[in-house]
């Protein structure tokens, strides 16, 4: 078994925050590009993300 430090890592190109290879991911992580469901849904927004005031 593989340690998580070991496993292969991006950033979102939504909230830049890294994320880690999955398993379910194994036969497209090349085009894995957000870290959750939510952050796909947010892309194509320009709304702020939920919690932060709107400027």
Do not use: H, I, N
């Given at each position: 078994m593989k340690?998580?430090?070991?496993?292969?890592?991006?950033?979102c190109?939504?909230?830049?925050?890294p994320?880690v290879?999955?398993?379910k991911?194994?036969k497209v992580w090349?085009?894995?590009?957000?870290?959750s469901?939510?952050?796909?849904?947010?892309?194509?927004?320009?709304r702020?993300?939920a919690g932060?005031?709107?400027?």
């Amino acid at each position: 078994m593989k340690k998580k430090s070991d496993l292969p890592s991006k950033d979102c190109v939504v909230c830049g925050r890294p994320f880690v290879w999955r398993k379910k991911w194994e036969k497209v992580w090349e085009e894995v590009k957000y870290c959750s469901d939510a952050c796909r849904m947010r892309r194509g927004t320009s709304r702020p993300p939920a919690g932060l005031p709107s400027a």
